[in-house]
């Protein structure tokens, strides 16, 4: 019996093992792409043979440093999508986690169903809305249309994580005198933290990572995000420098890296936990 259940242990390890490293090569992959030379991007290597590690300035300092411009827009309105959509789905998720009211089960589902469609079919409508709105090719009409994108998920994972909170604390604050928003940001706030990091996190993914929404509602060059700067920077109809791509890529990794780090606690607690600390 001991044999066996060393075996299976054995076996679960080494299938682990596997899809860890199939999930990590393509990062791998892109990493030592960075750091060829171009006459090497296609070919099989382990590591290079020629290192380039001059890629990552002449992409950083290209144009003028536009590569700054373009991080600098990445970071505000990845931010500016963060504090929109956590203000408004901590609200909303609040009022659908304590309060009972006709269609609170039906907003429940239509945030959910929301979920269902590809964001190609949002192109159109939201671009005759920003239009009319004056609000094409700004950072404040990038931020809306991200925020809403963001806002049904969030609000979903908030509502999860306050359902978790005993109601008990609530009613013992309005007994002290508190009122709802009192109760909301002096109580309710403080104790949701590791699950609003976790969503803050998953807003600033969103807007940090998108292309398509950026593509299509920023056209002025100083105005581009990231991911859009890169490949109109580095990709044609008929020429696409893999290695400064490759470069840029781990470079716009960096940050969301760092976040990680730093509000790992936060994260990590918020995913596993899901209660109040006594």
Not at 124 to 146: E, T, W
């Amino acid at each position: 019996m001991a044999v066996s259940t060393t075996r299976r242990h054995l076996w679960t390890h080494a299938v682990l093992i596997f899809a860890c490293l199939v999930a990590l090569f393509p990062l791998y992959y892109v990493l030592v792409t960075s750091l060829k030379p171009a006459g090497d991007v296609y070919r099989v290597q382990i590591l290079p043979a020629e290192w380039r590690p001059g890629n990552y300035a002449q992409v950083a300092l290209r144009d003028n440093a536009i590569f700054l411009r373009w991080f600098l827009n990445s970071i505000l309105i990845a931010l500016g999508t963060t504090l929109f959509a956590l203000f408004f789905a901590s609200t909303a998720a609040y009022a659908l986690s304590r309060f009972k009211f006709r269609g609170r089960d039906t907003a429940l589902t239509l945030f959910l169903v929301t979920q269902m469609f590809p964001g190609a079919i949002l192109l159109v409508p939201l671009y005759a809305m920003l239009q009319r709105l004056g609000l094409l090719d700004s950072y404040a009409g990038l931020i809306l249309v991200y925020a809403t994108v963001a806002l049904p998920f969030s609000i979903w994972m908030l509502k999860g994580y306050y359902d978790t909170i005993p109601y008990s604390l609530d009613e013992a604050a309005i007994v002290d005198g508190l009122s709802v928003w009192g109760v909301f940001w002096r109580i309710i706030t403080p104790l949701a933290l590791p699950g609003m990091a976790v969503t803050g996190f998953f807003s600033f993914i969103t807007a940090w990572n998108e292309f398509m929404f950026a593509l299509v509602f920023m056209s002025g060059d100083t105005h581009k995000t990231l991911p859009v700067g890169l490949q109109s920077a580095y990709m044609s109809q008929h020429n696409i420098q893999w290695h400064f791509m490759a470069a840029g890529s781990v470079m716009i990794t960096l940050p969301v890296i760092l976040m990680f780090v730093i509000a790992q606690r936060y994260i990590v607690a918020g995913l596993t936990k899901g209660g109040v600390k006594g």
